[in-house]
């Protein structure tokens, strides 16, 4: 954890410095200053606990880098962000993220701005509210590259699916068609805290699998059955994978 914190400070400072003016000064190469960036970024959250801290940290299945692919996944822990964005080789995507996320991190808050996450407050006033929803839609609308989102909104405390934030989702899939790549993690949610973190990490043994790929062809359809379905799909991977791990 010392290292990872260590690494965290230094690169802020190489973010803000070099990382994102240069994005933002060569917009044509903006893919490939950010790409090979976030990656270190996702290696640096995740190779020490590997190799200092003996946990076991999976390799993702790859998403196409491509308009109109939407990432949904289960939310365990922390660990289930830089195991997303390297999920995407070459690319990276833009992750539905929470106001608070954005605001005094090292590190994340500017990384949040540099790659333009969308930002949503559910704890704010309505007018703030249905104004990071129309943001929310116009990203969705004109994003280049992939758009990621936990549809439970927060970790859960057991592991199991829990409930979907179903707006979000309603204006993500009212905004274009999406092929969705349904993605479940196991294995984390018992070190979602930082004092189980600490006396856990060396018997973390992280899964992350592709359950599904769906196509969601019309924006202007209900998108409820269309979200129960993919929870669906996600409960019984999350139910198969949990299985077989018994199993083995």
């Known amino acids: 954890m010392a290292v ?5 400070l230094v690169a802020d400072v190489i973010e803000r410095f070099i990382v994102g003016p240069l994005a933002w000064l060569l917009p044509s190469c903006r893919t490939a200053i950010l790409h090979p960036w976030i990656q270190a970024m996702a290696w640096l959250g995740t ?3 590997a190799v200092i801290g003996g946990a076991h940290m999976p390799f993702p299945p790859v998403v196409p880098f491509e308009p109109g692919v939407l990432i949904v996944m289960n939310h365990q822990s922390l660990f289930d962000i830089p195991i997303l964005i390297k999920s995407l080789r070459p690319g ?3 992750i539905l993220t929470r106001k608070r996320y954005a605001r005094w991190i090292p590190l994340i808050s500017h990384l949040v701005r540099v790659y333009q996450f969308p930002i949503v407050n559910p704890e704010g006033t309505v007018s703030e ?8 839609k116009d990203a969705a609308q004109t994003s280049t590259v992939p758009l990621a989102f936990f549809p439970e909104g927060t970790r859960t405390r057991d592991g199991e699916i829990g409930r979907f934030r179903t707006k979000g989702m309603a204006v993500i899939l009212g905004a274009r068609p999406w092929k969705v790549y349904i993605m479940v993690v196991d294995g984390f949610w018992n070190v979602a805290r930082f004092k189980d973190f600490i006396g856990g990490v060396g018997e973390l043994r992280g899964r992350m699998e592709l359950a599904g790929v769906m196509e969601w062809t019309d924006p202007e359809a209900d998108p409820r059955p269309f979200v129960k379905e993919m929870r669906e799909v996600m409960v019984q991977r999350l139910a198969d994978m949990r299985a077989e791990t018994s199993v083995a």
């Open 92 to 94: 990276y995507p833009r």
């Open 129 to 136: 509210l249905r104004r990071s929803f129309r943001e929310l």
């Open 47 to 49: 190779r020490p606990i």
């Open 4 to 8: 990872v914190c260590l690494g965290l």
